[in-house]
């Protein structure tokens, strides 16, 4: 294309769903409808997070807001959001939020053939000091949805349809991956549109940056010791990794995607399964990282093939660049040979 055909060829969110449909000719749209709730409700936490801090300023935040409701906290009202979105869509199941200790199973009369795990708003501790946060989700098919149960969604992340996240920074992009390939989605604000920025992102094999929370060193194992110690004072002669840790999953992960390198977030002797929750953390992050050529591990296994037994169950993981995993994949191997 010209240059000036490109910028008229808008390539929505809902046409790229639209063409990955047409790649399943059994395919009936109900994926599309659900991703264009799934979207909208992006577009909400996108208006809402970019106001958070002037509803601050002029007061609407803590007790009562000039309607006098009560002001919600945001990942609250994102919530919220999100659920009535996805279950109005008339295409959900079962619904598993990191904002709700139960699982939520959409009345029959409404129920589609998908099950949605996500977290509305990952990170949310940020919000007060500007940093970017997030929304991760990933998406399974229910087995019968007259038979729905939580074994629906107790499933390893390799039976995942689709994964992806919405970042909440200097623009708003929506990262998505529905099983070919990794694409993102700028929100252009004057359109209320994602459109397709980044097609068919592929994570550089090997990165010069690791993420981690060193503040956790001294609880760390052997292997994770090992590799950062590798990062900082490489025994190769190689130059010494950056460290860049944001603190907020979405944006590390998104730094890792395009730029390369390892994100981790190890187990430790206080948190032996650390930190992040497989089924709307580690899960649709490390399809992300497989589907745009990476990889992802959990010091014992590949990411995607951790069966969970509860839904808020946690994982640790490292994630990102292939070769980068690679090398503390082998030190764990190692370990567990000795
Ligand atoms: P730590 C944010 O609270 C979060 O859930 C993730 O977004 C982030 O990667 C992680 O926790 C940060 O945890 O222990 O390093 O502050």
Same mark, same amino acid.
């Given at each position: 294309?010209?240059?000036?055909?490109?910028?008229?060829?808008?390539?929505?969110?809902?046409?790229?769903?639209?063409?990955?449909?047409?790649?399943?000719?059994?395919?009936?749209?109900?994926?599309?409808?659900?991703?264009?709730?799934?979207?909208?409700?992006?577009?909400?936490?996108?208006?809402?997070?970019?106001?958070?801090?002037?509803?601050?300023?002029?007061?609407?935040?803590?007790?009562?807001?000039?309607?006098?409701?009560?002001?919600?906290?945001?990942?609250?009202?994102?919530?919220?959001?999100?659920?009535?979105?996805?279950?109005?869509?008339?295409?959900?199941?079962?619904?598993?939020?990191?904002?709700?200790?139960?699982?939520?199973?959409?009345?029959?009369?409404?129920?589609?053939?998908?099950?949605?795990?996500?977290?509305?708003?990952?990170?949310?501790?940020?919000?007060?000091?500007?940093?970017?946060?997030?929304?991760?989700?990933?998406?399974?098919?229910?087995?019968?949805?007259?038979?729905?149960?939580?074994?629906?969604?107790?499933?390893?992340?390799?039976?995942?349809?689709?994964?992806?996240?919405? *970042? !909440?920074?200097?623009?708003? #992009?929506?990262? /998505?991956?529905?099983?070919? &390939?990794?694409?993102? $989605? %700028?929100?252009?604000?004057?359109?209320?549109?994602?459109?397709?920025?980044?097609?068919?992102?592929?994570?550089?094999?090997?990165?010069?940056?690791?993420?981690?929370?060193?503040?956790?060193?001294?609880?760390?194992?052997?292997?994770?010791?090992?590799?950062?110690?590798?990062?900082?004072?490489?025994?190769?002669?190689?130059?010494?990794?950056?460290?860049?840790?944001?603190?907020?999953?979405?944006?590390?992960?998104?730094?890792?995607?395009?730029?390369?390198?390892?994100?981790?977030?190890?187990?430790?002797?206080?948190?032996?399964?650390?930190?992040?929750?497989? *089924? !709307?953390?580690?899960?649709? #992050?490390?399809? /992300?990282?497989?589907?745009? &050529?990476?990889?992802? $591990? %959990?010091?014992?296994?590949?990411?995607?093939?951790?069966?969970?037994?509860?839904?808020?169950?946690?994982?640790?993981?490292?994630?990102?660049?292939?070769?980068?995993?690679?090398?503390?994949?082998?030190?764990?191997?190692?370990?567990?040979?000795?």
């Amino acid at each position: 294309h010209s240059a000036d055909a490109q910028r008229t060829d808008l390539m929505t969110i809902t046409r790229h769903v639209l063409n990955e449909q047409s790649k399943h000719p059994e395919a009936r749209g109900d994926f599309t409808i659900l991703m264009s709730n799934l979207v909208l409700g992006c577009k909400f936490v996108c208006s809402a997070v970019n106001k958070a801090g002037l509803a601050k300023l002029i007061g609407l935040a803590g007790d009562t807001n000039v309607q006098g409701e009560e002001q919600k906290k945001l990942d609250v009202l994102s919530n919220e959001v999100f659920v009535k979105a996805l279950t109005s869509s008339g295409r959900t199941c079962i619904l598993v939020s990191e904002e709700d200790e139960e699982a939520t199973f959409v009345d029959p009369s409404l129920r589609g053939r998908y099950c949605v795990v996500f977290d509305p708003l990952d990170g949310s501790s940020n919000i007060d000091c500007g940093v970017s946060i997030g929304t991760i989700f990933g998406i399974y098919m229910v087995r019968d949805k007259n038979e729905a149960s939580l074994y629906d969604v107790l499933q390893p992340g390799n039976q995942m349809l689709a994964a992806g996240y919405c *970042l !909440y920074g200097s623009s708003c #992009m929506l990262v /998505l991956s529905t099983g070919s &390939g990794v694409n993102g $989605f %700028t929100l252009d604000p004057s359109l209320g549109e994602f459109i397709l920025t980044h097609p068919d992102i592929k994570i550089p094999k090997k990165g010069k940056i690791y993420s981690v929370n060193e503040g956790n060193a001294q609880n760390w194992d052997e292997p994770t010791s090992k590799y950062v110690e590798n990062c900082k004072y490489p025994k190769d002669g190689s130059s010494p990794k950056s460290l860049r840790y944001v603190g907020s999953m979405v944006a590390d992960v998104h730094r890792t995607l395009l730029y390369g390198g390892i994100f981790l977030y190890p187990a430790d002797n206080k948190s032996p399964d650390g930190k992040l929750r497989v *089924l !709307y953390e580690v899960f649709p #992050m490390s399809f /992300l990282m497989e589907q745009a &050529g990476g990889q992802a $591990f %959990t010091g014992k296994q590949r990411a995607l093939d951790l069966v969970p037994t509860k839904i808020h169950q946690r994982s640790p993981i490292f994630l990102g660049s292939y070769d980068d995993v690679e090398e503390i994949k082998a030190l764990y191997v190692k370990e567990a040979k000795a």
